[in-house]
């Protein structure tokens, strides 16, 4: 075989001895096709920031980090990258959730749950909880990431309402949330509730 080819968001590519066998898809996709939207942090498969789909002829679905994938790897498959989703209604769905602060990781967040739905559209939310534990977020956390992908899961309900954990206000003697109703010690307790309480 004297040339390597694939498709990237459905169009044709082929790579030969003008691209060293060392070039990995992530440099690949970001230096040769300047498609920039696929981040990269530790390039040794600890952050996730790299992450793109991959479509097997197969019928198979996965994701994949760039970093670690050598392009003369990619013979015969469907890579879909962040520049080639359909719509927007991962990102946007990770926006309303405020799942995004700086964005660098956001890509790779919405790679890896657009990975998750090409493989099987009838997720739960554990299966969103298992599956994206390879994606490094260093401000946003991964509360409200989750909470927005757990939107997507068959069994989700229509409105998950998690408290925010600065809204969360525990009282010191029972542990428990407290609301100030039906206690006691309401009177001098000042356990500082938000203004609309
Ligand atoms: S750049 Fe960190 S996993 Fe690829
Ligand atoms: S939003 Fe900044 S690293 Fe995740």
């Known amino acids: 075989m004297d040339m390597i080819k694939f498709k990237i968001n459905g169009l044709h590519f082929s790579v030969g001895c003008e691209v060293s066998s060392d070039v990995t898809l992530l440099d690949y996709l970001r230096n040769y096709l300047q498609l920039r939207g696929t981040k990269y942090m530790c390039r040794e498969g600890g952050c996730g920031a790299c992450i793109v789909s991959v479509h097997q002829p197969a019928g198979t679905s996965y994701a994949v980090n760039s970093c670690l994938m ?3 790897s990619c013979h ?18 990770l926006a ?3 799942g995004t602060q700086c964005g660098y990781c956001t890509p790779a967040w919405v790679m890896s749950m657009y990975s998750l739905l090409q493989g099987n559209p ?3 939310m554990l299966n969103v909880e298992k599956s994206l534990s390879s994606n490094i977020c260093r401000c946003t956390g991964y509360r409200p990431i989750l909470q927005a992908f ?3 899961a068959s069994d989700a309900p229509r409105q998950i309402t998690l408290p925010d954990i600065e809204n969360l206000k525990l009282c010191n003697k029972t542990e428990e949330t407290c609301d100030k109703s039906n ?15």
Request: hydrophobic share 35%.
């Open 96 to 98: 309303d959730e405020n």
């Open 122 to 124: 009838n997720i739960s």
């Open 183 to 197: 206690c006691e010690d309401s009177e001098w307790c000042f356990v500082d509730l938000p203004a609309d309480k």
């Open 76 to 93: 015969g498959l469907e890579i879909t990258t962040i520049e080639g989703l359909g719509n927007r209604l991962l990102q946007k769905t």
């Open 70 to 72: 050598l392009v003369t």
């Open 150 to 152: 757990k939107k997507f």
